[in-house]
């Protein structure tokens, strides 16, 4: 697989927030959001043989492990290595840019759901039937840049009756874009059963900051 980098942080987004991962991040991506924070992803990376990934992995001897990208669903080898890393134990969520299929994705994986919205400028890549295999243990991410994104998503919600599937729905401001109180508030005054999804890798460390 070609790798952009392997690290060991804190989780900064998702359910899973705040708590001690290990990340993969593969290379490529084809998409080109507006607001992406990872372009440096979008190159080839170095090639790593599943072996060595695993080993890294053990040695940083965290519980957690988040697959990611770029988009990391591009590698078919991406799936044998969710599968031997749910073989060994590991808690492992997939962070997928929501444009192809994760229909192959072992069940054991908790897929992290993202749906492009107008903003990103990329809505029209959403694969659709990604929906219809959602389970209550995964998520569903919408970055927002502005109200206009914000009603998309409580469209996409209402329209695919996603609130009745029992996973988590996140709304993520576009960091330095969308004031998240003003986020708050809409939330708050549609009563919407959301979580805030904060970057707080961000406010730890400095927006540009790669490998945390």
């Known amino acids: 697989m070609n790798i952009i980098e392997i690290f060991a942080s804190i989780q900064g987004e998702t359910s899973y927030s705040g708590l001690p991962t290990t990340f993969i991040r593969l290379a490529a991506c084809n998409l080109r959001c507006s607001w992406c924070d990872t372009p440096y992803s979008f190159g080839r990376g170095t090639p790593w043989t599943l072996e060595a990934i695993l080993d890294k992995v053990k040695e940083n001897g965290l519980r957690h492990v988040c697959v990611t990208g770029g988009e990391p669903l591009l590698q078919k080898e991406v799936h044998v290595l969710l599968s031997h890393l749910c073989d060994a134990g590991y808690i492992v969520t997939l962070e997928t840019g929501g444009s192809l299929s994760t229909q192959d994705v072992d069940p054991r994986v908790v897929v992290i ?12 890549k959403n694969h659709w039937p990604n929906l219809l295999l959602l389970r209550a243990f995964d998520e569903v991410k919408f970055v927002l840049l502005d109200r206009q994104d914000y009603s998309y998503a409580k469209e996409v919600c209402d329209h695919h009756n996603l609130w009745s599937l029992g996973c988590q729905i996140l709304l993520s401001p576009v960091h330095g874009q969308l004031d998240a109180q003003e986020l708050v508030g809409w939330v708050v005054q549609d009563r919407l059963p959301v979580r805030l999804n904060l970057q707080i890798h961000k406010y730890i460390w400095t927006p540009e900051t790669q490998g945390v």
């Open 113 to 124: 759901l993202d749906i492009k919205c107008p903003g990103s400028g990329m809505s029209d």
